[in-house]
């Protein structure tokens, strides 16, 4: 009975709307003949009576038990204790069952030894003995999710029945145990054996038996009619205890719709569940959370593929804005809820991952999966190993390939279950694209039931990927909003139009009217095209520069209306205060300017956080303008109405077609506008290449794994014998085989085989000392194994870039002999990123001036390193230089000064102001350095002699990932928190996780300026993600130190095995 108490709560909680009558349940003649009562009369009046009980007018107090009753303490034939009492006597005229029903009636009702409760299926046990069905054990009651007819007697009881049945604990074990004694014969007998007992022994049983079991027959059906009476009683007088009916509703819906999807799943039927295989409950988040009501006919076609279905490998291309992403989710949540495996989702860029991470936490903690950000300096490796729930990692191109690296090293490559990689023609675009490809070529050769889903608006050669990836291929050219293509050549527009001879046809005059001023200073006519749209509707305009878009952004300014001025000129004001506020009280001059006007710059010179408040303000309309560089068009996802290309140029480089549609991508703006617009800008001399480039084919993707040398090839033959997916040269030339480079050896190899390439990386990684081979046999053979060095782990471990792995080693043991430790200097110059080194030139004026301020023992770093003062003066007053130093070990000195202030001022802006340095790099360089850092530090933990580094670079990473007080980094790990935001949240009392996690998003809303309710539920949501996180750290940790060792010695020996489960029992 105990098992029973939860289905007693459910079942109270949800009411039947329609009963049949206690006799048409007496009537049938088996459990899956119940049918409804055919009497509609007495079903209207046993309606009518329900309602009155379950809906009662405020009851006077009244302690009476006849005067509660009233009229109605002489039963009724329609009443439901006589309808009990009518169908007792008529089953009891059954000869057959006349010597046991009472027993088993009373046995359900009172017995003790069923129970140490009485409850309400104890009732309906009585009901299912009185109607000849079969007697069935508490644990095979199964509760339907929804109510039917006719299924339960007692199914409307009220909730209170639940409080006065605990209530009468005590008086029923007595009851029980009275009716124990007087039983005759088989009292020690489960109800269901007596039964069955009592139809065999019958013909057997003598007289004197059966009179003895008539003669208690009426005090027995008295005290039933007592104990319901008593009941009702009861039932009046308990206060009904507060049971949240829908929130139990849905949690049961929700458990029985994925057991329902995984069966489906499991076998060949083509039924997809009540939302493509997933619970109603994720289609009413999505409706909930981002308004999507109904899918695309490409989605659901795209989703109901028999590929899709059958788990191929998929890849598909759709225009920008088509919806990709929504499919990508939905088979996402597929694999978390129903198939219970982990999802790795690789994106571009540090600022889509913090935007995904926060879109989808939301329905982490609804659905019950973590969300677990992999960017930066943010991850862990191996990733925490979850008991029960699963975790959907969104990462970088470079984490997601370390966290698959984690995954294969500990053996756990096939609990991942679903690859998405999101811009799958980045494939093809240098180091970053050779990173992708390795990520995907381990996959493919460790787990065979990984699915790679791969997505992308701008691919071509897609036949090559498909090869490589073993996939299907879908593709559509749907865009929610139409798009307009334009050109413009002077003052004349043209559309474009492919059916045209040309490629082109006229389409209007510019009737702007401009002044002579105007002509000099906007040759190209932007105003006229920009106020064509703006305030009302909003603008990207594109510039081939970062100042080439301040530049603009001002001369827009100068020559709009002043009526621009008024238009939101409360919540433009918010904005400019908001900047100031999170740039240490200052705000970039341009913007400060331009602002007003509703327009503003965007590119990678502003900080992040300046970054997100301007997206943030030109999302919600308050900005109607940006005038941006092409960085836009990949990154977050910021539509227009109108998309202005101010020149068919890429810095100095002529635009190819994959960046043209990008950015054009980017208008139209689904259910807003009806249609999106974009205007190319060009010259005369340019006209026959741009002609050629919107009527010509996208780019192909080539793989970069051998031309990037470092990063590529030798990068992952270092893995491959590292992780022992391949040791023997046959198994590593295998391996390539089926590499994205393997499938266009044919096209990419002219002059070596890639037999020969092979052979020449693993000579390059044995001479620098990275991997030994085999001493027998030749270097050339396929059976000539290899093995990975100490360097080598470390440097594979480190993911650090083979050009300077060795620099790095020579580097942190120089170090060891005269660490610095008196400031943090000498430790951050040791993680400076070598590859930033070669970008960096020096302002010497500035390099001499600092140096000047160095204490004693900064000073020492710098001698150590072989700088000295006299050779930075000498550089900055231009004399000759006689003296050889290290121009490497110089610029990265620099970067590290730059650094060491932002550790000791922690603001952007004023570091940036002393080293005459725009904010946004020195952002970067701050970024960079953390994320090198933490590789550092997993290089250090690989190599024993490094031991002195391991507990340094833990805190120097922590620094220089946060770079602010100490008090707002708890703050900071919460997602899309920046140091703004962080420090306007701690001053209004939010100063932990806990708080964010628990704090009311309408509450933040007032509370924090210029914060959006969209943007409050993420921080919630994204807060609460995090502490669940850590808590089930905690608790896997907890459980693991606590469990029995599977190695233990002796475990097979039986008295071991006693003394474990012992253990277990204390195990709490």
């Not at 039947?16 to 006799?23: D, H, T």
């Not at 009172?110 to 009901?127: E, F, P």
């Not at 991952?353 to 677990?372: A, H, N, P, T």
């Not at 990207?540 to 100042?547: E, G, I």
Request: some cysteine; glycine content about 6%.
């Amino acid at each position: 009975m105990e098992d029973g108490a939860p289905r007693i709560r459910r079942r109270v909680s949800v009411r039947k709307r329609n009963r049949g009558s206690l006799e048409s349940l007496s009537a049938a003649p088996a459990p899956a003949e119940l049918l409804p009562a055919e009497d509609p009369e007495e079903e209207e009046a046993t309606g009518s009576r329900r309602r009155k009980t379950g809906s009662p007018e405020p009851a006077q107090e009244n302690d009476s038990e006849e005067d509660m009753f009233g009229d109605h303490d002489s039963f009724t034939e329609n009443s439901f204790l006589a309808q009990v009492d009518d169908l007792e006597q008529k089953y009891m005229q059954l000869p057959e069952h006349r010597d046991h029903v009472t027993d088993s009636a009373t046995g359900a009702l009172c017995a003790g030894d069923t129970g140490k409760k009485l409850s309400v299926s104890a009732v309906g046990d009585l009901t299912a003995s009185v109607t000849n069905e079969c007697v069935q054990s508490q644990s095979d009651v199964r509760v339907p999710v929804g109510p039917e007819a006719g299924n339960d007697l007692l199914f409307d009881v009220p909730s209170s029945q639940i409080l006065y049945f605990e209530s009468m604990q005590n008086s029923s074990n007595d009851l029980g145990d009275q009716s124990t004694k007087e039983r005759v014969g088989n009292s020690h007998k489960p109800l269901n054996e007596e039964l069955a007992c009592s139809r065999v022994e019958q013909p057997q049983q003598n007289n004197d038996a059966s009179n003895v079991s008539t003669s208690s027959e009426t005090n027995r059906r008295k005290s039933i009619k007592d104990s319901l009476k008593s009941a009702m009683t009861g039932n009046a007088k308990a206060q009904t205890p507060v049971i949240s009916r829908s929130k139990q509703l849905k949690e049961t819906l929700l458990c029985e719709e994925i057991s329902i999807v995984k069966k489906a799943i499991e076998s060949p039927s083509d039924d997809l569940g009540p939302f493509y295989s997933l619970p109603s409950k994720v289609r009413d988040l999505y409706v909930q959370l981002k308004g999507i009501k109904k899918l695309y006919d490409w989605q659901h076609t795209c989703l109901t593929l028999s590929s899709v279905q059958k788990r191929k490998n998929l890849i598909y291309s759709l225009p920008t804005s088509g919806g990709k992403t929504l499919v990508a989710e939905i088979l996402m949540l597929q694999e978390l809820l129903c198939r219970q495996k982990d999802v790795l989702m690789i994106l571009p860029y540090v600022a889509i991952v913090q935007e995904k991470i926060s879109s989808l936490s939301s329905f982490g903690i609804e659905l019950g999966f973590f969300v677990e950000e992999y960017a930066g300096s943010k991850g862990r490796f191996p990733p925490t190993k979850r008991r029960e729930k699963k975790s959907l990692y969104i990462a970088t191109i470079e984490k997601g390939h370390s966290l698959v690296n984690s995954l294969i090293e500990t053996g756990r490559i096939s609990t991942l279950g679903l690859l998405v990689v999101d811009e799958l023609h980045m494939i093809g675009e240098g180091s970053r694209g050779a990173i992708l490809e390795m990520t995907l070529a381990k996959v493919l050769y460790t787990s065979k039931t990984t699915q790679i889903i791969g997505m992308s608006a701008t691919l071509n050669n897609v036949e090559d990927l498909q090869e490589f990836l073993k996939a299907e291929y879908y593709t559509s050219q749907f865009r929610p909003v139409e798009l307009k293509e334009y050109l413009k050549v002077n003052d004349t527009i043209y559309e474009v139009d492919s059916r045209a001879a040309n490629g082109v046809t006229f389409s209007r005059l510019l009737s702007y009217k401009y002044s002579d001023v105007l002509k000099k200073m906007d040759p190209d006519h932007l105003v006229a095209l920009v106020t064509e749209v703006i305030p009302n509707y909003s603008c990207l305009v594109f510039c081939p520069t970062k100042k080439n878009c301040e530049n603009v952004a001002e001369m827009l300014c100068k020559f709009l209306s002043k009526d621009y001025l008024n238009h939101r000129e409360k919540e433009k004001s918010e904005v400019i205060r908001n900047l100031r506020g999170v740039s240490s009280g200052k705000v970039c001059p341009v913007l400060k300017h331009t602002i007003p006007f509703g327009v503003a710059y965007h590119h990678s010179g502003l900080t992040s956080d300046e970054r997100k408040l301007l997206e943030e303000a030109y999302s919600t309309g308050v900005l109607c303008l940006l005038t941006c560089t092409s960085t836009l068009a990949a990154g977050v996802n910021l539509p227009a109405r109108r998309v202005i290309l101010r020149a068919p140029y890429v810095a100095k480089e002529f635009l190819k077609r994959n960046q043209y549609k990008q950015m054009i991508g980017r208008a139209g703006r689904a259910g807003i506008d009806a249609a999106g617009e974009s205007i190319l800008l060009l010259q005369e001399k340019d006209k026959q290449q741009v002609l050629e480039l919107i009527n010509g084919p996208l780019e192909n993707c080539y793989s970069h794994l051998v031309e990037e040398c470092t990063k590529g090839i030798q990068s992952l033959l270092l893995s491959l014998i590292g992780l022992k997916i391949a040791t023997s040269l046959g198994d590593i030339y295998q391996f390539m085989n089926g590499t994205f480079f393997g499938v266009q050896q044919k096209i990419l190899l002219k002059e070596k085989s890639l037999w020969e390439i092979t052979i020449d990386a693993l000579r390059h990684l044995t001479e620098k000392g990275l991997v030994q081979k085999d001493s027998r046999g030749d270097p050339e053979e396929l059976q000539c194994c290899f093995r990975i060095t100490k360097l080598g782990q470390a440097s594979f471990k480190g993911a650090i870039d083979l050009a300077y792995c060795d620099t790095l080693y020579r580097d942190l043991k120089k170090g060891l002999e005269g660490l610095v430790l008196e400031s943090l200097l000498h430790l951050v110059y040791l993680t400076t990123p070598y590859d930033l080194v070669p970008q960096s030139e020096p302002d010497w004026m500035v390099y001499f001036r600092q140096f000047g301020q160095l204490s004693p023992a900064e000073q020492n770093v710098a001698t150590l390193l072989g700088v000295s003062e006299s050779f930075i003066g000498k550089r900055a007053s231009g004399q000759a230089i006689r003296k050889k130093v290290d121009k490497g070990i110089v610029n990265r000195l620099y970067l590290s000064f730059i650094l060491y202030s932002l550790l000791k001022e922690t603001s952007i802006w004023s570091v940036s102001e002393k080293f005459n340095l725009p904010r946004g790099y020195v952002q970067n360089l701050l970024t960079g350095a953390a994320s090198f850092s933490s590789c550092v530090l997993h290089f250090c933990e690989e190599l024993d002699e490094f031991w002195v580094y391991r507990a340094l670079l833990v805190e120097l990473t922590k620094k220089l990932t946060y770079c602010v007080k100490a008090e707002l980094i708890p703050l900071m790990e919460v997602t899309g928190v920046l140091e703004g935001r962080a420090k306007q949240l701690y001053n209004a009392g939010y100063k932990s996780i806990m708080h964010l996690a628990n704090a009311n998003p309408e509450v933040l809303v007032r509370t924090i300026d210029h914060l959006s309710r969209r943007q409050a539920k993420q921080i919630v949501s994204s807060a609460k993600m995090l502490l669940q996180e850590k808590a089930e750290a905690l608790q896997e940790e907890a459980q693991e130190l606590l469990s029995l060792p599977p190695d233990l010695p002796g475990l097979g020996d039986p008295n071991t095995e006693e003394a474990g489960s012992h253990a277990g029992e204390a195990t709490p």
